[in-house]
């Protein structure tokens, strides 16, 4: 029989963007949110892949669980232990 342990670890971010006081609050359309999705979210989620697959032995897949993926990354980041590592 297999034995298998689990553990979790979430990185959470808060976005957000401050204007002056004389901002109307319909002049900006979140540009600076589609600055993050665009150009930041997918570097980040990029290294995060890249940091997991960079020490051999771990299986790193997507893994969406339920998580509007506009929202959230889920990751599954498996490791065979007594198993060859792989790369």
């Keep these: 029989m ?11 971010l808060h976005l957000a963007a401050e204007f002056s006081e004389d901002y109307d609050g319909e002049e900006d359309g979140y540009a600076w949110f589609e ?7 997918p570097r980040l989620v990029k290294a995060v892949f890249d940091a997991l697959r960079s020490d051999p032995g771990w299986k790193v ?7 509007d993926p506009s929202v959230g990354v889920e990751i599954s980041v498996e490791r065979a232990v007594g198993s060859p590592p792989r790369g």
């Design 61 to 67: 897949i997507s893994a969406p669980r339920g998580v």
């Design 2 to 12: 297999i034995h298998r342990e689990e553990r979790g670890f979430s990185i959470q």
């Design 35 to 41: 600055r993050f999705e665009s150009v930041l979210k």
